[in-house]
């Protein structure tokens, strides 16, 4: 099992930044990516962006050039900095981790956090 704990959400004003972090822990070694989803009201879940212990990213074409996902991966962190950030990122954030990355979708994550919540306001 992985366990995901992610922190950094809350209140931000359109055109703001906010970090988010996760901690990783567990059975995490046939984990290849880790990356970041989100649910907004209404919505499905989406992944948006993922990251391997290298340097391959991926991002959702709705964060590109916004949101930065970094990993430290000697502390099993991952990280998301959200610039520039739009009413319509308001959702609940989720940690994922990814073993085979068959797809970069929602569909392929094997473990979610809990999430936490990132409030875009006007």
């Known amino acids: 099992q992985v366990q995901l704990v992610e922190s950094g959400g809350g209140l931000v004003q359109a055109g703001g930044s906010l970090g988010l972090s996760c901690a990783v822990s567990?059975?995490?070694?046939?984990?290849?990516?880790m990356g970041w989803g989100r649910q907004a009201p209404g919505k499905q879940r989406e992944l948006v962006a993922a990251?391997?212990?290298?340097?391959?990213?991926y991002y959702a074409d709705s964060v590109k050039g916004r949101f930065t996902i970094s990993r430290d991966n000697a502390k099993n962190t991952v990280f998301l900095q959200m610039n520039s950030l739009k009413l319509e990122d308001t959702a609940v954030y989720y940690c994922?981790?990814?073993?085979?990355?068959?797809?970069?979708?929602?569909?392929?994550?094997?473990?979610w956090g809990k999430g936490t919540l990132v409030n875009v306001s006007s």
């Open positions: 567990g059975n995490i070694f046939n984990i290849n990516y």
């Open positions: 990251a391997t212990s290298g340097r391959y990213t």
């Open positions: 994922a981790a990814i073993k085979s990355g068959w797809s970069l979708t929602s569909a392929a994550v094997d473990y």
